[in-house]
């Protein structure tokens, strides 16, 4: 096996804990570490940030990236940025549609001690996660076949994971994964397939085209993605392809469920359409790393989001509970 992808403190500090092994983010007191998730499966590489603006950019360039993860890395970002006003311009700025950014820098604004309270975001997020792995375990039967895109795990949250959360506290019964690869930036090829294979949870890699086949053969049970952010009537931003994976598991009559914490919720956006959705780089569509392989010149789109409607989702998974059928009433219960 190679040595660098051995999981971290094996039998360690974080499975002694009962959370996953992979640790996206690391506090040190003076610094914050982040796995750089740009260099998954093949190095396993920390990335040191001392300053508001390093974490910034660590976010901005995908070092570490996913909604909650992002979320901890920002709070963290402010306490090196000794909260100046320069320090929340540069981390708001980062990327802009998970919400749990902004909802960390929120939060940290109104902190007294700004260590103890980024801290207390990066605990809860965890517990966080525990908790819908368990609310979310009793939706997944035995034996189930669980499809999931992007990468909802461990390393997009303070760990453990969300849709991979319910995942991993569904071990037990002998449950097995369907991988969408996630193009472009392949959060699904590199990270979950990765992820899984840590935690020794059988999975199959697709490519995103390969679903609908899937799902008409009567090969998939049950999907499970996370969220970037929820609007007030229940529509979810989430990776890119999510809304089709969605569309084709309703015309096969397969259970959608969403696995996000409350930090992904933003009651203040009254539906889907207002979400600020991030357009990225061409370069990530027409190759990847050094290879090309579009022809120079080609337009390009490259939206890294899509909206899934609260029609299309079967449930939403949070630490609260289950809400099945997504509304505006039955979400505005939660708050
Ligand atoms: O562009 P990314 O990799 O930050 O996108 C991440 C996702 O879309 C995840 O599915 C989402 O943040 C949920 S993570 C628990």
């Known amino acids: 096996m190679n040595k660098r992808l051995r999981p971290p403190d094996k039998g360690g500090g974080a499975k002694r804990r009962g959370i996953s092994a992979v640790q996206p983010i690391r506090w040190r007191g003076d610094r ?4 750089d998730q740009r260099l998954l499966p093949d190095k396993k590489i920390y990335v040191s940030c001392r300053t508001a603006e390093q974490v910034a950019k660590a976010i901005r360039d995908m070092v570490v990236r996913g909604a909650p993860a992002i979320g901890c890395a920002a709070a963290f970002g402010v306490v090196l940025g000794k909260g100046s006003p320069k320090a929340y311009e540069a981390l708001r700025q980062s990327r802009p549609t998970a919400v749990n950014l ?3 820098l929120d939060r940290m604004k109104r902190a007294k001690d700004l260590e103890a309270e980024a801290k207390a975001i990066y605990e809860e997020d965890l517990a966080a996660n525990r908790a819908i792995g368990e609310l979310g375990a009793p939706l997944i039967a035995e034996r189930a076949r669980v499809m999931t895109h992007c990468n909802a795990g461990a390393l997009a949250t303070a760990g453990y994971g969300t849709a991979l959360g319910v995942v991993r506290s569904s071990k037990g019964k002998k449950i097995s994964v369907i991988a969408c690869e996630t193009r472009p930036y392949l959060q699904g090829a590199r990270l979950t397939a990765w992820e899984c294979l840590q935690e020794g949870i059988p999975c199959t890699l697709i490519t995103d085209s390969m679903a609908g086949h899937l799902m008409s053969k009567g090969e998939v049970d049950v999907v499970v993605v996370g969220a970037d952010r929820i609007a007030a009537n229940g529509d979810v931003a989430n990776k890119i392809g999510t809304y089709a994976l969605a569309v084709l598991a309703k ?7 969403v696995a996000a914490p409350l930090s992904t919720f933003d009651p203040k956006i ?9 357009e990225r780089p061409a370069d990530e569509v027409t190759g ?17 989001f899509d909206v899934t409607p609260a029609e299309l989702i079967t449930g939403i998974i949070c630490e609260k509970g289950v809400v099945l059928a997504p509304n505006r009433e039955r979400l505005a219960r939660l708050f």
């Open 288 to 304: 990847y790393r050094k290879m090309r392989w579009a022809p120079k010149g080609v337009q390009v789109r490259n939206p890294a």
């Open 270 to 278: 009254s539906d889907g359409s207002h979400i600020p959705i991030e």
């Open 102 to 104: 902004f909802w960390a």
């Open 32 to 35: 914050l570490e982040l796995l």
């Open 251 to 257: 015309r096969h009559g397969v259970p959608f469920y």
